[in-house]
């Protein structure tokens, strides 16, 4: 039968175009509603109540969008709300894949680290996931609040960006780890100076990747794949559309054909009912 409702995916701001674009390439014929909180980002840091009332106000937009599953492209709300969510919400609801299990495929010493935000090392959830697997695994979690920032300010090379990325990354590499998760939806914008810092041998784990076959996998049990060939896509955001419209083309649009032609929106929150 199928459904041909809206997929929406959300995040603190455009790190979540990440999964967006994984969705896309698994799920060519889905329509997505993608919501990036710009305006007031970055979540990492702040308080986890005013976390998840920013994600309660986000996740009323989409109920107003008559979305069938949200997938929340942030780890930060995926650690502190996703249950929340599933609870609250009529629609399917997944959050970003933690990348244990690749991680654990791809480690050859059993060295891995997690990189994400405060508010998502805070939690711990990573190094439980990769401890349940595996409890001989030795973890090394660092926080790197100053990415994100940065990632947003378009700083994605150059000496500000390589300066934060040594100072959080060469501890790690002293250590011994050779695979790295990628924590933040954010981060693979800039894989290529965290390769650097890190080398060639220690392997970056993507969990865009496995959210996308996530959302594939949950779709197809309840029934609500989309019947179509080709979907179109919305991208909303609490603030400046010209720097989302550049990180669209950066992140999504190079990597598309000709037909994609997504559309840009400002959405304020607050002209929705904000209370679950």
């Given at each position: ?17 990440t999964v967006v674009k994984e969705v896309l390439n698994l799920l060519p ?120 920032p940065l990632i947003e300010q378009e700083k994605l090379s150059g000496p ?107 959405v304020k929150l607050q002209d929705y009912c904000v209370k679950v």
């Amino acid at each position: 039968m199928g459904d041909n409702a809206p997929i929406g995916i959300f995040d603190s701001g455009l790190g979540g175009l990440t999964v967006v674009k994984e969705v896309l390439n698994l799920l060519p014929g889905e329509d997505i509603i993608y919501f990036g909180d710009t305006a007031r980002i970055p979540y990492g840091s702040r308080p986890p109540a005013e976390i998840l009332q920013f994600m309660n106000e986000i996740l009323t937009f989409f109920l107003a969008q008559k979305v069938k599953m949200t997938i929340v492209a942030c780890n930060t709300m995926t650690t502190l709300g996703l249950e929340q969510a599933r609870k609250a919400m009529p629609f399917l609801s997944i959050g970003v894949n933690n990348g244990a299990k690749a991680a654990l495929q791809a480690s050859r010493n059993n060295h891995i680290s997690v990189i994400a935000t405060e508010a998502t090392i805070n939690s711990g959830k990573h190094e439980k996931a990769i401890k349940a697997e595996n409890p001989d695994v030795v973890v090394f979690p660092q926080a790197c609040p100053k990415f994100v920032p940065l990632i947003e300010q378009e700083k994605l090379s150059g000496p500000e960006i390589e300066a934060a990325a040594r100072e959080y990354l060469i501890p790690l590499k002293q250590a011994g780890v050779d695979t790295l998760i990628l924590g933040c939806t954010h981060y693979p914008f800039i894989s290529s100076v965290i390769q650097e810092v890190m080398g060639p041998d220690v392997v970056l784990i993507d969990p865009a990747r496995e959210t996308a076959a996530e959302a594939r996998t949950e779709l197809a049990q309840h029934d609500k794949l989309a019947t179509r060939a080709q979907g179109k896509v919305r991208l909303c955001f609490s603030a400046d559309l010209p720097r989302a419209e550049r990180f669209t083309a950066c992140a999504i649009e190079s990597s598309r054909s000709q037909e994609f032609l997504p559309t840009f929106e400002m959405v304020k929150l607050q002209d929705y009912c904000v209370k679950v």
